[in-house]
């Protein structure tokens, strides 16, 4: 069974500091690796995506695969109270229909 | 719509009634997707259609889930004989066909069902 596996935290971190969340997955097929936010009540928002070995750098944002390790992390930098969310990992399941296996979740508070 | 479109927002129903969730996706994304996620955990994928095609059900838990997508726009996944265990937040999504990293996926807001 395809698995992505994420503490639940949840990780507390000052305004200011950095947040880093990591998750790993189990199915080496997997390609492509996603991190959504959802807030509460909310949707799954699309923050970064990731296919290639090394990292990824959006604004504030930096995701970094490992496929050797098969971990995928996400680093918030400058975090804010608004960062407040629950962060998802998901990896594509290696059958080519986008369809994604999705980590239960890292609940991530921000205090000013 | 300029997003995913769904209804109802939340549903209550009781146990052995049916339900309709309906699904509205962007304009034009010929991929669309049925996710269910219970609380506090996170999505898990029930269905895929490309087109009016349902490539992939592979995730529906029962023969009670059934969904369609006659003319490839919008979908209804239906729930027969609702059980308490169905209670969960249905997330509808959709996205244009093609390589994963070139290509984002947009969720709706959520169907939201509560079985008493």
């Known amino acids: 069974q395809k698995e992505v596996e994420q503490n639940s935290g949840p990780l507390s971190v000052p305004e200011g500091a950095i947040a880093s969340l990591n998750c790993t997955y189990s199915?080496?097929?997997?390609?492509?690796f996603f991190w959504y936010r959802q807030y509460s009540g909310k949707s799954p928002e699309l923050i970064m995506f990731?296919?290639?070995?090394g990292d990824k750098e959006d604004g504030r944002f930096t995701a970094q695969l490992n496929k050797a390790s098969q971990y995928v992390s996400l680093l918030i930098r400058d975090s804010q109270p608004s960062d407040s969310a629950t962060y998802l990992c998901?990896?594509?399941?290696?059958?080519?229909?986008?369809?994604?296996?999705f980590g239960t979740g890292t609940r991530l508070l921000v205090s000013p | 719509g300029a997003g995913v479109s769904q209804s109802p927002r939340y549903k209550v129903a009781k146990r052995g009634q049916d339900v309709a969730l309906r699904c509205d996706p962007i304009s034009g994304h010929v991929s669309l997707f049925w996710y269910q996620q219970a609380l506090g955990q996170g999505p898990e994928f029930l269905t895929y259609f490309q087109n009016e095609a349902q490539l992939d059900k592979s995730g529906l838990p029962s023969d009670r889930f059934f969904a369609e997508r006659p003319e490839g726009s919008v979908s209804t996944l239906k729930i027969q004989r609702t059980q308490q265990e169905d209670s969960a937040v249905y997330l509808c999504?959709?996205?244009?066909?093609?390589?994963?990293?070139?290509?984002?996926?947009?969720f709706g807001e959520g169907s939201w069902l509560t079985v008493v």
């Open positions: 990731i296919y290639s070995n």
């Open positions: 199915d080496r097929g997997s390609q492509s």
């Open positions: 998901a990896a594509d399941d290696g059958t080519g229909f986008q369809k994604l296996v």
């Open positions: 999504a959709s996205s244009l066909p093609g390589t994963m990293s070139g290509n984002t996926i947009y």
